[in-house]
């Protein structure tokens, strides 16, 4: 199963954490873990490429980034978009093959 987590601190986007594999399909074929990857993906590129605002993290196993400050409206935007797309996935797909959580502290 994928784990997709979202933490908000003050009600604005803090951490992205991404884990775990679908078991759709055998690994190569595995339609489920190619839409979230790309995704997942997609949003990192764009949040470096397209706003000012600025990610650290870390891809080792698993996907994790930190906002290094306060997310501009373009980042906010493009997590929004990320949620969507995984809620989308998750709709489609059940729960016993990812799961999306939002946590606000």
Do not use: Q
Request: charged share 30%.
């Amino acid at each position: 199963m994928i784990t997709a987590k979202v933490i908000k601190l003050n009600g604005s986007y803090k951490t992205f954490i991404c884990k775990g594999h679908a078991g759709y399909e055998e690994a190569g074929n595995d339609i489920v873990c190619a839409a979230v990857s790309m995704l997942v993906l997609n949003t990192a590129n764009s949040i470096e490429r397209f706003t000012s605002s600025r990610i650290e993290g870390s891809d080792k196993g698993y996907v994790r980034w930190d906002f290094t400050g306060e997310p501009d409206d373009g980042a906010k935007l493009l997590m929004d978009s990320l949620l969507l797309g995984l809620e989308s996935v998750e709709k489609k797909y059940g729960e016993d093959l990812i799961k999306l959580t939002i946590e606000n502290r």
